[in-house]
């Protein structure tokens, strides 16, 4: 098979085109899960624990049952009957309007054993805390991970620097809230689900359910983003569908905003203790890691330390913490932002200790190839040389301060399948079993057909977001594009080759005499005896043509790297940091869509100064309960804090496709972190950085002065 | 999230309304723009049985002038207040305030008298009115009566209103050479209600000392309240920039503040005094005109 | 809104005339003044007179009348999602947080999720399926697609609508106008780069095209 073009070559990949599903997004006329209004359509909502641990002993439904318009009512939709987390569903039920539904979870009459909890992470440590599971300690064993003589690496040090750094538990906070409609035709299921993988809530609800597999198909043309919060089938889902067969009419089951908070998802916290080592000709020579982080009442709350630098010598003991809180899922990047905080702040600080440029010092330490001309690239972008050498050189109330910060990602392309559908009249299908979750994955479906067929895009018509389509992965990990991309090229060049041989028989020639250039099929001897793409099609007759072709080495590559400088201004009087620009390099391998892949390393950079500056889960002591699950009182970054942003592509297109959702968000806590102590000379060592504690941290740091 | 049921009348009068809220007494509640009664019927927080929509009474929507006095409708919504040439001239940091309140989604609906009634701890409004010397119109069963800002704000989510009584005016004072006011917020990064909001007035003499200092804050505190304190330090003294730095250095003692996952305490007491000075600063510059 | 009544008045009386029952333009329901007291409380229902439980009303959304059953605590953005099948308006936190049911109500972005329905007779609704003509997208719908001004497009609608309504009062804003103009309304996906660039090429070419 074919590598792909060259770029010179390349008429329509990585090309800036809008994409094909926007005119329907911006009409509002683009359907979502949340969206979906059959005929009789029933409305179901979930009743959930207000306890974070607790027995459901009774569950009294009959005034629910009672009240007009509830059309079903299930008492039995928790597993266990001991809840572990406010919000775990306890009950649901189906009604014939929004306000016969709101009416009929208020009477519910549950009594519940209530059960000693821990609402966070330092209290599940303290000795004696109560248990979240009754059998297990809450601080699970460790994981170590390590290599080298970490005791001879700081023996050998000339300069150390340790701490301990904290980060919070951040939401996905999706728009579109989890949830699905579904309805039975027969035996058979049908759902839609706002979900990032449509063979995966395929198989899970058919196993929750136990019904065959080929008995279920999960639909999601457009979804409102998942971030990985919708990686896995929900128990919403398999309820719904219960609700259903009960009632045989379609039902629509979306969490609520303040559930999907409960239970939507997360990112774990972290509580780092860390040590770092050089020699004073700036080699790291040891790193000693012990972190804890809590998932809920999940686990792989885990941080990749040592993140992305060489060490020879290093050790990483993790434990996972549980607590009476909702469990935690793939969020964007899984244990990367949290290891960036860590990580290239004390690089920072080892570098100041040593008397060494930041950059500089990492350029000593980074081993991967692409990523030191990366930094290089985006350092002159930036204008790394006007930052002050002295951190908090600035006077008066407002300070300006520089920083930096890398990032990284491993996985790259894997097994997906996809079918072409040629038909006389010239136009052709493209079906793949992935989804596109906001990132443009239908819009580069019709490119590469386009660019490989060399046919106007209007011709093709990418489908994708139905199980019944051949199977592709979830779309998570950034593996989607170097999946699906390669899979289309592959089945392209399949319908080529079967297109080319009609041409043949119909030429009465050899295949191989035969060429193929802009969309025409001519002989190479003799290229007046030509078909064009439409006479070519017109040879199926009454027939279409079926093509099945998959994802294959050679065509995306795995290992992303990359980096981030921040600017920031902070208030001395307030706290308060406003980030005034972020330049970030991408290396992006071949990049399909240069629009929507911008679009993606933009919105990863938002995400990360949300992270760094807003986002907090905050759980009440008290009740064990989240106080601010709503957009009112968590607050995600919006258009009032969004900086200027520069992203700079470096292309390199011989690696093939890989992905890029996830890493750009990777740097931006750090960098902005770093470019606050540059500013200021203090040391965020928590996130969210948030005004109070700025300001917290410059008091003491002035108090601290006045003693010296 | 949905509220109760509840019953709806549209009101097209004052009179109308004041007449259904005697009738309907304590289980009717009055809806303006909605922005603080909507929400909290749908958490089920409040459950009136009648809801009286006024936002239909034109009589309240106005905004004119009558002399050294403005006077602002109690349906006059955020929006208009923040681009009303009228109040841009008469009452500059009206203007400046309401273009404060939550976001353009939010001031298109929110009203003056809504906001005031409410009476929220965080709401921007109640520091305006109590740091302008506003005086706020309240008509009932037996007629209309005002009542001074000073004495209107009772508690969180309590003012001097009594049952059967609605906001229909609000009226400040005309802002003449001599006399300056600003007002300084820290906004909630989500909600943009005040986790402190400082307003100032101040009026200088002939030879440039204050003659009078108004300093409000909302957000701080359970109730909006004056900073008597800085208030009395720079009555009768020059405005300088180390007066004003002096008097604003405590400006509110942290025990009597509020603390919650936006700010502690001990940061509330710390913006009580740098926006105190902000705003006084300002106010100044805007009195020296 | 005052100015642009005024200037319609005639064109709408006219219209209005030569109406027959039934179908019902925009026009007839912006303004109360227009309307003789019996049709306003035909068209409207009966001011002043308590509405309870299931009641059908008659909303005025994208040009046309729609009559809908609804209860006094249904929400504008339930009626028109739920009832009228208009699901461009997007329920994103049901508490006025993020901007996702942005419509216009008299012209004004207004949060469908807060307003009650009955509050919304009488007046003219345009919702994100209203700003089109047909198959011509507005020129600020066109320069959303054509700076990807979204991503998985769920906040986009309400976006879209908060967009035009700033650049109807604003025809030449700041990116800091812009800034405050879309400050309502929250995207995760984080499109709010090339939200600023498409607000600011509708705003070019829409004072291009007068």
């Known amino acids: 098979m074919a590598g792909w073009k060259s770029l010179k070559d390349m008429t329509v990949l990585s090309k800036p085109l809008p994409r094909l599903d926007g005119p329907d997004k911006v009409a509002g006329q683009a359907k979502y899960t949340h969206d979906m209004h059959p005929k009789g359509l029933l409305y179901a909502g979930l009743l959930v624990s207000p306890h974070p641990a607790a027995r459901v002993v009774k569950i009294d439904a009959s005034k629910v049952r009672r009240l007009p318009g509830v059309k079903a009512v299930l008492t039995d939709v928790h597993p266990t009957g001991t809840v572990r987390y406010a919000g775990e569903e306890i009950a649901a039920v189906a009604a014939t309007s929004p306000e016969v539904l709101e009416d009929a979870l208020e009477l519910f009459e549950v009594e519940y054993e209530t059960l000693p909890f821990v609402a966070d992470i330092d209290s599940a440590m303290q000795e004696n805390a109560p248990r979240v599971f009754a059998n297990r300690p809450n601080i699970r064993d460790p994981r170590v991970r390590g290599e080298g003589d970490v005791d001879a690496g700081f023996a050998r040090a000339d300069a150390v620097v340790e701490g301990e750094y904290r980060t919070q538990v951040q939401t996905h906070s999706t728009l579109e809230t989890h949830g699905s409609m579904v309805y039975w035709e027969g035996d058979e299921l049908v759902i839609y689900d706002s979900t990032q993988a449509v063979h995966g809530v395929r198989e899970g609800v058919a196993k929750f359910l136990d019904m065959p597999v080929n008995k279920v198909r999960v639909v999601c043309k457009h979804m409102g983003a998942g971030f990985g919060s919708k990686l896995q089938p929900g128990r919403y889902t398999a309820i719904a569908a219960r609700l259903a067969k009960e009632t045989g009419a379609p039902v629509k089951l979306m969490l609520t905003r303040k559930q999907d908070f409960l239970g939507g998802g997360n990112r774990p916290n972290s509580i780092s203790h860390v040590k770092l080592a050089a020699t004073k000709d700036g080699k790291l020579t040891a790193f000693y890691a012990k972190t804890y982080g809590t998932a809920g009442i999940g686990t792989n709350a885990g941080i990749r330390l040592p993140f992305i630098y060489t060490i020879p010598n290093w050790k990483h003991e993790h434990y996972d913490v549980f607590t009476n809180a909702g469990p935690a899922r793939a969020f964007r990047a899984p244990g990367c932002p949290q290891a960036s905080f860590v990580m290239e702040q004390l690089m920072d600080e080892l570098a100041e200790k040593l008397n060494m440029d930041p950059l500089e010092f990492r350029l000593k330490n980074d081993s991967n190839a692409t990523r030191q001309k990366e930094w290089r690239l985006g350092a002159k972008k930036f204008g790394w040389q006007r930052r002050h050498k002295k951190p908090g050189a600035d006077t008066g109330r407002y300070k300006r301060g520089m920083g930096l910060a890398a990032s990284i990602w491993w996985p790259g392309g894997r097994g997906t399948k996809a079918t072409m559908t040629i038909y006389p009249d010239g136009t052709l299908d493209v079906k793949c079993g992935t989804q596109d979750i906001g990132t443009g994955t239908r819009t580069y479906m019709a490119m590469v057909a386009a660019e490989e067929l060399d046919i106007p895009m209007k011709r093709i018509r990418p489908m994708l977001g139905d199980s019944n389509f051949p199977k592709s992965g979830a779309s998570g990990g950034s593996t989607t594009t170097p999946s699906v991309g390669p899979a289309i090229k592959n089945t392209s060049e399949r319908a080529k080759t079967k297109l080319m041989d009609l041409a043949a028989q119909f030429l009465g020639v050899p295949a191989t005499d035969l060429a193929w250039d802009s969309g025409t099929v001519y002989m190479k001897t003799n290229p007046v005896k030509k078909l064009t793409w439409d006479e070519l099609c017109q040879l199926l007759g009454t027939e279409t043509l079926e093509v099945h072709g998959q994802w294959v080495e050679g065509l995306s590559s795995r290992g992303v790297a990359g980096c981030q400088f921040a600017e920031v201004t902070v208030d001395t009087w307030t706290g308060q940091i406003q980030v005034n620009k972020i330049v970030a390099v991408a290396d992006c391998g071949l990049i399909l869509n240069r629009l929507t892949t911008e679009s993606q390393v933009n919105g990863a950079i938002l995400q990360g100064i949300s992270y760094a500056l807003l986002e907090e889960r905050h759980m009440d002591p008290e009740t064990g309960t989240m106080v601010n699950a709503n957009y009112g009182d968590y607050k995600i970054l919006g258009a009032k804090e969004t900086p200027a942003i520069e992203v700079i592509f470096y292309d390199e297109p011989e690696r093939g496709v890989i992905g890029i959702g996830e890493p750009p968000t990777i740097p931006t806590n750090a960098a902005i972190a770093n470019a606050v102590y540059n500013a200021t000379g203090v040391r965020m060592y928590e996130l969210p950085m948030t005004p109070d504690r700025v300001l917290t941290a410059l008091e003491a740091h002035q108090f601290a002065g006045k003693e010296d | ?289 | 809104m005052s100015k642009q009544n005024s200037s319609n008045k005639i064109s709408r009386r006219s219209f209005l005339k030569g109406m027959g029952s039934g179908i019902l333009s925009t026009a007839t329901l912006t303004t109360g003044g227009l309307l003789s007291k019996e049709a306003a409380a035909r068209i409207l229902g009966p001011e002043g007179e308590a509405i309870r439980g299931r009641t059908t009303i008659t909303l005025t959304v994208n040009g046309r009348a729609h009559r809908l059953a609804v209860e006094p605590r249904t929400t504008l953005l339930s009626a028109l999602r739920d009832r009228l099948n208009l699901t461009g308006p997007k329920e994103g936190c049901d508490r006025g947080h993020c901007g996702a049911c942005t419509v216009l109500m008299d012209g004004k972005a207004v949060l469908a999720c807060m307003t009650l329905a009955v509050d919304a007779r009488g007046k003219t609704i345009t919702t994100v399926e209203g700003l089109a003509k047909g198959d011509e997208l507005s020129p600020v719908q066109k320069a959303f697609v054509e700076k990807d001004g979204l991503m998985c497009g769920f906040c986009t609608p309400g976006l879209v609508v908060a967009a035009t309504a700033l650049l109807q009062e604003n025809p030449n804003p700041t990116l800091d106008d812009i800034k405050e103009g879309l400050a309502g309304n929250l995207c995760r996906c984080g499109t709010y780069p090339k939200v600023f660039e498409a607000v600011q090429t509708a705003a070019k070419s829409m004072r291009k095209g007068g």
Request: one cysteine or more.
């Open chain 2, 1 to 289: 999230m949905i509220p109760n049921n509840f019953e709806y009348i549209r009101a097209n009068s004052v009179q109308e309304a004041l007449q259904l809220l005697s009738q309907k007494g304590d289980g009717a509640r009055l809806l303006a723009g909605g922005h603080s009664l909507i929400p909290a019927m749908k958490l089920r927080l409040n459950a009136p049985e009648t809801v009286i929509d006024i936002s239909g009474i034109q009589d309240l929507a106005s905004i004119h002038r009558d002399g050294g006095r403005l006077h602002i409708g109690a349906l006059v919504t955020h929006r208009t207040v923040e681009t009303s040439d009228e109040v841009k001239s008469s009452c500059p940091v009206l203007s400046e305030a309401a273009a404060l309140i939550g976001d353009p989604l939010v001031r298109n609906r929110g009203t003056i008298g809504g906001s005031l009634a409410h009476c929220d701890p965080a709401a921007d409004y109640p520091a305006l009115t109590l740091c302008l010397d506003a005086e706020i119109e309240a008509t009932g069963p037996s007629g209309s009566r005002t009542i001074a800002a000073d004495d209107f704000f009772v508690g969180m989510f309590e003012t001097a209103l009594q049952p059967g009584e609605m906001i229909t005016r609000v009226t400040f004072p005309v802002l003449t050479r001599g006399t300056g006011a600003a007002y300084e917020k820290f906004s909630h990064p989500a909600s943009r209600f005040a986790v402190v909001g400082v307003a100032a007035m101040v009026t200088l003499d002939g030879s440039g000392n204050c003659s009078s200092v108004r300093v409000a804050i909302t957000g701080a505190g359970p109730s909006v309240f004056r900073a008597t304190k800085v208030e009395q330090a720079l009555t009768g003294k020059a405005p300088d920039e180390q007066a004003i730095s002096d008097a604003t250095q405590d400006v509110a003692d942290p025990a009597d503040l509020m603390s919650d996952i936006s700010a502690s305490a001990e940061y509330r007491a710390h913006l009580c005094s740098v926006l105190s000075r902000r705003a006084l600063q300002r106010a100044v510059q805007a009195a020296r005109g």
